[in-house]
């Protein structure tokens, strides 16, 4: 009896929870941080503390929960909310008192941003998460979000199929760490057209340590800016500071006065070569020798364990690199000396400013709208723009547009945008009303014939668009509420 009851009461739950999901008006997610927003994600995070944390913190007001899952990998876990409307919440917990939870982040070797884990025996998972060969994140994270991602997809899919098109990504500590690469694994899928385009993900890193290297973070801001992430982080927390860094003469680009070093050591005359080159072993070989220990340590030998944790789990080929960097559009709560009354520095206490409650005192308390304060569509976006990104190209620009870039010249005043497809010219007339764009279907064009398919993907997308954001320097034109393409100011 006990059994057919809880049977009952658990088709009751996921009977509320399809009703409660159908139930309320659609909205769509806005571009920008949301201190509102922030804080209602903060009070869902909570909900995965023990039951004397759950019980003194606030609870959530817009988002109830769905789906909690079953813990895999390393001690992950993540659960599924929903506004009863079109919009849900991926929400992953953070570290544990699991040993396995913190091998997880003691596993802190870096493996290439694009590749291969295998985490068993006949279970491998293939990744995405930047265009830049030289992109690296944090290995222990990525299996967590390897497996993570296994429950993710399905469920998100079920969520689509019921109506769901904004989704907010949330994770604190840990979780803040792994919402960045899955964000980055979620965009990809999408690119490759095997997640729907009219999913609008944004995503909230709270307390989060540093998920990979500088060319990584390039990526992951370039993928989602125009308001569309941000690293929530409290000035008084330790835990954003790690990984520990090592930058070596290694991990520059390409370019660079230190690349050539050896060389131009080598053309000195043989007193100032020696001198030059006893400053220069000097410099650079105490950070090459301890980016090859951290790599040691927080990679082969924490595989190991590792191993014991994961059955059939093989090791990847590492990285050789250390330099781990903050992350995404940073939003700072900043302690000042009222804080520091209220949750004072403790050598016992390490964690003291780094849970959910200091993090929602500075949020209520010292970030001063009360609203979305970023990234607002802005004035319309006159000047000259030349194209940096178009969605579902399967080719990087430089292939597609060998000669030269399309471009745009808008002219708000006239109403007017004209400029080049990377081939021929074009003009047509144009209306911006607040954050909307109006393309015509028709419009004056050159009739050159352009090599490739360039062109065509140019102007196909252009006449997709009907919104644009305007942040800086980057004009971002999308259909509705996804990234179709990105310009640089000219």
């Known amino acids: ?106 596993y802190a070797a870096m493996v290439p941003a694009k590749g291969e884990l295998q985490l ?55 979780g803040g760490a792994i919402a960045y690469l899955l964000t980055a694994h979620l965009y990809n899928l999408q690119r490759q057209g095997k997640l729907p385009a009219d999913i609008r993900f944004k995503t909230y890193c709270s307390a989060g340590p540093k998920p990979g290297n500088l060319y990584f973070a390039y990526d992951y801001e370039a993928l989602t800016q125009a308001g569309w992430a941000y690293n929530v982080v409290n000035s008084a927390d330790w835990v954003p500071e790690v990984p520990f860094s090592i930058q070596t003469v290694n991990d520059m680009n390409t370019t660079n006065p230190f690349a050539g070093a050896d060389q131009t050591i080598k053309k000195q005359p043989f007193l100032k070569r020696l001198v030059l080159r006893k400053v220069y072993n000097d410099l650079s070989k105490p950070a090459l020798q301890a980016q090859k220990n951290y790599q040691k340590y927080l990679g082969n030998v924490a595989s190991r364990t590792v191993k014991k944790s994961l059955n059939g789990y093989v090791a990847p080929d590492y990285y050789n690199s250390n330099h781990y960097v903050r992350t995404g559009a940073m939003v700072v709560l900043l302690a000042d ?36 304060v970023a990234n607002a569509p802005g004035p319309a976006p006159a000047g000259n723009w030349e194209l940096t990104y178009l969605m579902d190209t399967g080719t990087d620009l430089t292939t597609l547009y060998p000669d030269k870039k399309p471009t745009l010249l808008i002219e708000p005043a006239n109403e007017r945008v004209s400029g080049t497809t990377g ?68």
């Open 120 to 174: 068993a025996d006949n279970d491998r998972f293939t990744y995405h998460l930047a265009d830049n060969p030289r992109a690296a994140v944090h290995v222990g994270w990525l299996v967590g979000m390897a497996f993570l991602s296994r429950d993710i997809l399905p469920k998100l899919d079920s969520s689509y199929r019921r109506g769901t098109r904004n989704v907010l990504i949330m994770g604190h500590s840990q």
């Open 337 to 372: 000396s009222t804080y520091y009354h209220r949750f004072p520095d403790s050598a016992d206490k390490v964690f003291t400013h780094h849970f959910h409650p200091p993090y929602l005192y500075l949020a209520e308390n010292n970030l001063s709208a009360p609203g979305v």
């Open 423 to 490: 081939c021929n010219r074009f003009t047509m007339p144009v209306q911006f009303t607040n954050g909307s764009i109006r393309i015509p279907k028709a419009f004056a064009l050159t009739r050159m014939q352009c090599p490739g398919d360039g062109e065509r993907r140019f102007l196909d997308s252009l006449q997709r668009v009907n919104r644009y954001a305007l942040a800086n320097d980057t004009l971002t034109l999308l259909t509705d509420d996804v990234a179709v393409m990105r310009f640089t100011r000219r």
């Open 1 to 106: 009896m006990k059994r057919m009851a809880l049977a009952f009461t658990t088709c009751l739950t996921a009977l509320a929870g399809l009703l409660v999901l159908t139930s309320a008006p659609a909205q769509s997610l806005q571009s920008g941080f949301d201190k509102a927003e922030y804080i209602e994600l903060l009070k869902v995070s909570a909900q995965f503390g023990d039951s004397t944390y759950i019980a003194n913190f606030p609870k959530p007001q817009r988002f109830k929960p769905v789906y909690r899952a079953a813990v895999v990998g390393l001690d992950n876990l993540w659960d599924l909310w929903s506004d009863g409307g079109n919009t849900a919440v991926i929400n992953l917990r953070g570290t544990t008192a699991n040993s396995a939870s913190w091998l997880a982040n003691f």
